[in-house]
């Protein structure tokens, strides 16, 4: 089993920067892909960007493209969302999963970490 959990969320203006961080607990973040997903209310999840933590390759939604940075610490057991620029339409419920089978699915959620971007 893993525990994932999300901080570092709050409230921003647009133009402002957050950094979330996802911690994790029952196993290491080493070898395994790591995600960040948001969901607004009444909307679907969206995808946000992956980490696929042995081969240091990332790739991002269009939508934060140049704004959103993910990255990891395999010594701290964490993996970050550094968001830069923010804007209004990046409010959402923030959450972190882990494939941790290495199927291309993610089996294990946070809890998710709220960001409100202000205008």
């Known amino acids: 089993q893993v525990q994932l959990v999300e901080s570092g969320g709050g409230l921003v203006q647009a133009g402002g920067s957050l950094r979330l961080s996802c911690a994790a607990s029952g196993r290491t973040f080493t070898n395994y892909p790591m995600g960040w997903f948001r969901q607004a209310p009444g909307k679907e999840r969206e995808f946000v960007a992956r980490l696929g933590w042995s081969g240091g390759n990332t790739y991002y939604a269009d939508s934060v493209k140049g704004r959103f940075t993910i990255s990891g610490d395999s010594a701290k057991n964490t993996v970050y969302l550094q968001m830069n620029s923010l804007k209004p339409e990046d409010t959402a419920v923030y959450y972190c999963?882990?494939?941790?089978?290495?199927?291309?699915?993610?089996?294990?959620w946070g809890q998710g970490t709220q960001v409100t971007v202000s205008s």
């Open positions: 999963a882990a494939d941790i089978k290495r199927d291309g699915s993610f089996d294990y």
